[in-house]
């Protein structure tokens, strides 16, 4: 299993930016797809998480500004981030768990991550 994330950059505060993580490989049908990030001094933390029957959630810091969704079809998950703050600077890490099901084994898998830099 891979994970390529994108979309990452350098914006002011208040601007928006949009994450994307493609997956390839073999993904349970029943799985959990979330966002992490991981700031200079920091320890990683959970930004957005979505499972495969579409329920999410969401770091109350960012609660009402990111927006994380999925497209089965092309296996892939997007993080909406809007009202950027310098806050939000951070690399942002892709992740897919998969759960156990009959033709898939469980595992944890990470992308390498994208640097989102927010100016103040």
């Known amino acids: 299993v891979q994970l390529q994330a994108s979309g990452g950059g350098l914006v002011q505060a208040g601007g928006s930016l949009r994450l994307s993580c493609a997956v390839s490989?073999?993904?349970?049908?029943?799985?959990?797809m979330g966002w992490y990030r991981q700031a200079p001094g920091k320890q990683r933390e959970l930004v957005a998480g979505i499972t495969s029957s579409g329920s999410t959630d969401y770091a109350d810091s960012v609660k009402g500004r990111f927006t994380i969704s999925r497209d089965s079809a092309k296996n892939t998950v997007y993080l909406q981030m809007v009202s950027l703050k310098p806050d939000d600077t951070a690399v942002y890490y892709c992740?897919?768990?998969?759960?156990?099901?009959?033709?898939?084994?469980?595992?944890?898998?990470w992308g390498l991550g994208t640097l989102v830099t927010v100016s103040s």
């Open positions: 992740h897919l768990e998969n759960k156990p099901s009959w033709l898939v084994p469980p595992g944890d898998y």
């Open positions: 490989g073999r993904i349970s049908s029943s799985n959990r």
